[in-house]
DNA sequence: TTAATATGCAACCTAGAGGTTGCATAAAAT
DNA sequence: ATTTTATGCAACCTCTAGGTTGCATATTAA
């Protein structure tokens, strides 16, 4: 909660592997390929054009969710999900950090190589 | 191997599940962030400071190798593991494409209320 | 030549991922 | 009042991820 701005350093590094996780399937790539792109999608909406069963889109909607990707809210007999920007904000942080590392372990090896 | 310019699209979405899953895991992501800040480590290296066995450090370190984000070359009698950052950068153009998607769609839904 | 290091490989174990089927129930449509 | 439609929940199954122990073997160091 505090030190709000340039948390670019991954301080909540152990809390990102979930994340990673939750992206880390074909199908669920493609759920948030779907909801990333348009308003909340419900489950009936999602599994159309799946091969899977409802049961199984429901499942790895609620690891999306579990991983703060996707919300869920209900509306009548139908819930909702809709696409979480911050989680994968958050993982792109954490990413752009191990290249800056990787980029200044090549400057350093350079100009060792050059002394 | 064509169109080599501006590949910024998922053509190859489907390949890039594998590299978010081989970062869905804490040992994996501490073992990125060290080896992406010096040079080769060897599989010794890398196990000491880790509670873990050096055998599941080696199962990890294949997982990335499979993924494509370390490499690993044998010198003498230990083998050392360097990190590749192209399948990061990979992962990031997707992610960027993903927050992209989620910003048009955005836009359209303010143009579409405020008409 | 011996002892110490660094790995590789295989067998084994447990918990959890990813899917399915079946049944119950709330909401919406006829 | 009935019939669809959209979900939730639970039981079950198979396969694999993540770890461990044990043993064999190639390199180095003493």
Request: glycine share 6%; hydrophobic share 35%.
């Amino acid at each position: 909660m505090s030190q709000k701005h340039r948390s670019a350093r991954p301080v909540d590094r152990h809390s990102r592997a979930p994340v990673f996780a939750a992206l880390g399937d074909d199908t669920r790539l493609a759920l948030v390929a779907k909801l990333c792109g348009r308003r909340p999608y419900s489950i009936s909406q999602l599994t159309r054009g799946s091969k899977l069963t409802r049961q199984a889109i429901t499942k790895h909607l609620r690891v999306l969710e579990s991983a703060g990707i996707v919300h869920s809210a209900r509306a009548g007999r139908e819930s909702r999900f809709e696409f979480d920007p911050q989680p994968i904000a958050g993982i792109k942080e954490y990413l752009d950090f191990v290249s800056e590392q990787w980029d200044q372990a090549l400057s350093r090896l350079k100009s060792f190589v050059e002394n």
